[in-house]
């Protein structure tokens, strides 16, 4: 059974997804930037290893050198980042080359970065959507695993499309966990 470690930094609604749903894998480590990330509250209350540890005071080196550690002492394979919001420096990414994934809320390679479902609605796009993607040291850059369309309506808000997209997230993610890593 693979063993996957899950970086999150709040509501965590896709680690619960990937969580449930886990099939070909095993949640070894949920860990968190975040001390008081409700994710992690939500993964400590169902008795999943949990590592926290915030970056302020001890500088990003430091922090991903014990996040890193905890990782490997979990035995994590590989690393779903889920609405994990800090970028992960060039050396992490090295070190776990091919071993990190994503889930970003747009039809990958349109809107890169934050605000996609603002920047969507402002294009008058009719097709929102989500990607889980291999991270790189391009933010949001790696091959697209899959990705999952969702219709953008008239009147939408960045807020409902966010809610639309996120039920495609919470199915998309771990499909494509679960074929990812037994492939
Ligand atoms: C999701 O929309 C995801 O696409 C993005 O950040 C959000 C995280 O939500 N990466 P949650 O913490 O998984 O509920």
């Not at 590592?51 to 779903?80: C, H, M, N, Q, T």
């Not at 008239?154 to 199915?171: F, K, M, Q, S």
């Amino acid at each position: 059974m693979r063993r996957v470690g899950i970086l999150l930094s709040g509501r965590g609604s896709n680690m619960m997804a990937l969580v449930e749903q886990a099939r070909g894998y095993e949640v070894a480590l949920v860990a968190s930037d975040k001390p008081d990330a409700a994710g992690l509250a939500w993964a400590v209350e169902r008795e999943l290893s949990t590592f926290a540890l915030s970056p302020k005071g001890i500088g990003k080196l430091a922090y991903e050198a014990a996040l890193d550690r905890a990782l490997r002492e979990a035995g994590v394979e590989v690393i779903a980042l889920a609405g994990y919001m800090r970028l992960l420096s060039d050396a992490l990414v090295a070190t776990w080359r091919g071993r990190i994934v994503n889930i970003h809320p747009s039809l990958l390679p349109k809107y890169k970065g934050l605000d996609t479902h603002a920047r969507a609605i402002a294009a008058g796009d009719t097709v929102g959507g989500c990607s889980v993607h291999i991270v790189t040291e391009e933010l949001d850059g790696g091959e697209v695993l899959g990705s999952a369309k969702v219709p953008i309506l008239p009147g939408d808000t960045p807020d409902t499309l966010a809610a639309r997209v996120l039920i495609a997230e919470h199915r998309l993610y771990p499909r494509i966990l679960s074929e990812f890593v037994n492939r």
